[in-house]
């Protein structure tokens, strides 16, 4: 049985940071990709980071690139995400799960229907 789950969320004033963790059991990170996702209010989920197998190769969308870093540690099958310069429309439900994503579609599309509870971030102006 694979078990996700994610952590970190809280509030945040606009322009601060915030660190979220993602923790899976029962499947090995090793040899897959992974993504964190997120869904707003009235919004379908999205994706908005994705670190490759190796762990060398990132991508980000657009509306997070430059603010947010996604890492991620094999031996503890945890993921991260470092959230600088946050801005309300950050404001979201945020997931994570194994992903598949590359040079020529950034974007991570989850790999499987794994997902977990999800981690709330606030963030006011």
């Known amino acids: 049985q694979v078990t996700v789950v994610e952590s970190g969320g809280g509030s945040a004033q606009a322009g601060g940071s915030l660190t979220l963790s993602c923790t899976i059991s029962g499947l090995s990170f090793d040899g897959y990709a992974m993504g964190w996702f997120r869904q707003a209010p009235e919004k379908e989920r999205e994706g908005i980071a994705c670190i490759g197998r190796s762990g060398r190769s990132t991508f980000y969308a657009d509306s997070v690139k430059g603010r947010f870093t996604i890492s991620k540690d094999d031996a503890k099958n945890t993921l991260y995400l470092q959230m600088n310069s946050l801005k309300p429309e950050d404001t979201a439900m945020y997931y994570c799960?194994?992903?598949?994503?590359?040079?020529?579609?950034?974007?991570?599309?989850?790999?499987?229907?794994?997902w977990g509870q999800g981690t709330h971030v606030t963030v006011s102006s």
């Open positions: 799960t194994f992903a598949s994503c590359g040079p020529g579609s950034p974007i991570p599309k989850s790999l499987f229907n794994y």
